[in-house]
Nanobody, 119 residues
Framework: QVQLVESGGGLVQAGGSLRLSCAASGRSFSRNNMGWSRQAPGKEREFVATITWSGGSTYYLDSVKGRFTISRDNARNTVYLQMNSLKAEDTAVYYC????????????WGQGTQVTVSS
């Protein structure tokens, strides 16, 4: 069974930091693009960061540029999202996702981890 399991969410004050982890099991995603998406109450899900399989190229949502960093450790089949200078508007459920075919929708998703930033 293929699983993506997120961890590292929690409650943090504005200006603080959190590091999310996404551990994959059941298959290797070392040759696949990975990403982090989030969904706040009443809002649509949006991708905040993605990373190519090699880690050579990344994408960031404008609102998180300079504050969030996505990285991966293919040997550990794990993707990370370092979040610094957190703001109340970063409050959301954060999901890890994998894209097994280039250009196709992300097709593997984790169950999500809650990030709450208090102002």
């Amino acid at each position: 069974q293929v699983q993506l399991v997120e961890s590292g969410g929690g409650l943090v004050q504005a200006g603080g930091s959190l590091r999310l982890s996404c551990a994959a099991s059941g298959r290797s995603f070392s040759r696949n693009n990975m990403g982090w998406s989030r969904q706040a109450p009443g809002k649509e899900r949006e991708f905040v960061a993605t990373i190519t399989w090699s880690g050579g190229s990344t994408y960031y949502l404008d609102s998180v540029k300079g504050r969030f960093t996505i990285s991966r450790d293919n040997a550990r089949n794990t993707v990370y999202l370092q979040m610094n200078s957190l703001k109340a508007e970063d409050t959301a459920v954060y999901y890890c996702a994998a894209q097994t075919r280039v250009g196709a929708p992300y097709d593997y998703w984790g169950q999500g981890t809650q990030v709450t930033v208090s102002s």
